[in-house]
Each structure stands twice: as structure tokens, then as C-alpha cells.
């Protein structure tokens, strides 16, 4: 279970000390504010969801898809 908010920016994918970046621009994304206990100690600093949109929560595109 994760509770948070919906926030908007700039989605950059890839290595940029490498130059091979994807950026896309105006992503809606989920920011967590609560983890459930299934996500444990895990050492994680967020996850991106790339799931179809129908499995979205509040009707967010995925990122996958923005791009397409």
C-alpha cells in the first residue's frame, strides 16, 4: 500500500555522464509519501510505474506511453 500525491516535471531516463538521455517533459507521476510494510527496508528512492494505463491509479499515463 502507498499513499502520496500527483506532481509534474521533467522525466529524464538513460546516463548522462554518458550522453544518452531520454527526457520527457510534463510527466505525471506519483510522488509516495507512505510505503506499506510489503516495501519493508528496502533501499529504494522511488520506483516508476510502467504499467498499461488501464492498471493506473487516477487515470495517470505511464511514462512508457507518454513517449510513444
Given at each position: 500500500?502507498?499513499?502520496?500525491?500527483?506532481?509534474?516535471?521533467?522525466?529524464?531516463?538513460?546516463?548522462?555522464k554518458m550522453g544518452s538521455t531520454l527526457a520527457i517533459p510534463n510527466t505525471t507521476f506519483g510522488q509516495a509519501q507512505r510505503l506499506g510494510v510489503e516495501f519493508g527496508d528496502l533501499p529504494l528512492d522511488g520506483?516508476?510505474?510502467?504499467?498499461?494505463?488501464?492498471?493506473?491509479?487516477?487515470?495517470?499515463?505511464?511514462?512508457?506511453?507518454?513517449?510513444?
Open positions: 500500500n502507498v499513499t502520496g500525491i500527483l506532481g509534474r516535471d521533467t522525466v529524464t531516463l538513460g546516463d548522462s520506483y516508476l510505474g510502467l504499467a498499461f494505463r488501464q492498471a493506473a491509479v487516477d487515470d495517470v499515463e505511464p511514462v512508457v506511453q507518454v513517449k510513444m
